[in-house]
């Protein structure tokens, strides 16, 4: 059974991303939205879709908004697309992996620059001393 859940949520994730890509021309949502993950219910009746949106705090806001009034217009074409029985009830939510992601190579650039940096220091005081 957890197979069967990997593959419908692997396929709605395809699928959605293809209408981002295609059908959908909401100017809130902008173009660099990806759809990072989506996790389905045991019971198939509910889906979690998250969505990575670069953009500022407002925008992701608005993208998770549009998206939430498209939700019927997404499950309309999952059901055209897919054959499921009952298409799940999508709801849209935010992942921030990529941002945090991001964050923590730019801190581990840092260290390592740092790091860099003494070591240098550490070897010319000893060549002099």
Do not use: W
């Amino acid at each position: 059974m957890a197979h069967r859940i990997e593959r419908v949520n692997s396929l709605i994730r395809q699928e959605i991303c293809q209408l981002l890509q295609r059908q959908v021309k909401d100017p809130r949502l902008g173009n660099f939205i990806t759809v990072t993950e989506v996790v389905t219910s045991p019971d198939l009746k509910y889906a979690r879709v998250f969505i990575s949106r670069i953009g500022s705090e407002e925008e992701k806001q608005e993208t998770l908004s549009a998206l939430d009034s498209a939700s019927g217009f997404f499950r309309r074409e999952l059901a055209k697309h897919l054959k499921l029985r009952n298409v799940p009830l999508l709801s849209f939510q935010r992942d921030d992996s990529i941002e945090r992601g991001d964050h923590l190579l730019k801190l581990i650039d840092e260290i390592g620059s740092e790091k860099d940096h003494l070591e240098t220091t550490f070897s010319k005081e000893n060549e002099g001393g």
